[in-house]
């Protein structure tokens, strides 16, 4: 086991959507020298520019960003593989003596990046043809309510709507008879590889929901709806997993009339505090994050960051 002083470094910078990760990273990096290393379930795919918030060509001109821009959005992308991406990129800045800065903008991919993924458990195509004839048959909503009754605390934790999550969750507790929310709070104890320095950033309820409505009035007037309008002429239908993300799906009804662009708009600033809300929730139950306000605290971060790669 690796001692702690030779454990490669990670400061990773976490807070719900819109509070101001990005910006407090690439101020980070700029003034201690860095690399930051996306940790974005959305912004590893080309072309969802906008609606992903990415950094700027000019932000990324200034910093270096790693794991933005490396699949198509019709391409299988998953907390896996991203475990497999950013350890060896991670390998390779430390050999480079390069500081890294991780943004998580997805909760998930961070605890796999740090605590490893719940391996061994292979999938099952009997059980996954079982489950999906009963959705068929019965719906979605039917399939979230064999979770809920079965495990709970990862019904909790899992959108309705996301089915792929609710099926493997399933699928681990017939495989294994055990819940997928005991399995991983055994592995979430497993000591991580790396010494990790983790900022949380938070905002009052009322300045979020500012923030984040600002956010989408200027996503809007960057060209989102242009956005997703060339992202379908490019052959990328809205059935497509990113594209059901907050904000293209809100804008793929706009574009198909189901809905009014005022009322997109409302739904997408409405589905984002909602989000925002449930990453709170998350990031409240890892006690190992030290909270911080970026519009009070920004020195107070740098030296606390810089203090911590110096020794």
């Known amino acids: ?31 201690i020298g860095g690399d930051i290393v996306s940790a974005d379930s ?6 969802l520019d906008i609606g992903t918030a990415k950094p700027t060509r000019e932000e990324r001109q200034q910093v270096p960003h790693h794991l933005i821009d490396i ?41 796999v990046l740090l605590c490893g993924i719940v391996e061994g458990i292979s999938a099952d195509s009997n059980i996954r043809e079982h489950l999906r004839s009963l959705k068929s048959r019965y719906g979605p909503s039917y399939v979230y309510s064999m979770l809920k009754s079965i495990d709970p605390e990862s019904a909790s934790r899992i959108h309705p709507n996301d089915y792929v999550r609710i099926e493997r969750a399933l699928e681990v507790y017939y495989l294994t008879g055990r819940r997928m929310s005991e399995l991983q709070r055994e592995h979430g104890f497993r000591e991580s590889e790396y010494h990790v ?14 923030k984040i409505n600002r956010r989408v009035e200027r996503m809007l007037k960057e060209g989102f709806v242009e956005e997703v309008r060339m992202l379908r ?13 907050i904000g293209y799906k ?17 739904l997408i600033k409405r589905d984002t505090r909602r989000f925002a809300k449930r990453q709170m929730t ?3 139950r890892d006690g190992d994050i030290e909270w911080y306000s ?12 810089y203090g911590f790669f110096s020794h």
């Open 282 to 284: 998350w990031l409240r």
């Open 233 to 245: 002429d490019m052959g990328f239908n809205r059935e497509l997993k990113p594209m059901q993300s």
């Open 250 to 266: 809100q804008i793929n009804r706009y574009l198909d009339g189901e809905i009014t662009l005022e009322e997109a708009v409302e």
């Open 1 to 31: 086991m690796l001692d702690r002083e030779e454990k490669p470094k990670l400061v990773v910078i976490l807070g719900p959507t819109a509070v101001g990760k990005s910006k407090l990273a690439i101020e980070i990096a700029k003034r």
């Open 294 to 305: 970026l519009s009070r605290d920004l020195d107070r971060i740098v030296d606390r960051v």
């Open 42 to 47: 959305l912004q590893v795919y080309r072309y």
């Open 71 to 111: 699949v198509n959005p019709d391409e299988e992308f998953n907390a896996g593989l991203y475990r497999r991406y950013a350890r060896e990129l991670i390998k390779e800045l430390h050999r480079n003596s390069r500081k890294v800065i991780v943004v998580g903008g997805t909760y998930l991919y961070v605890r």
């Open 197 to 210: 320095l983790k900022i949380g950033l938070f905002e009052n309820k009322e300045g979020l929901k500012d």
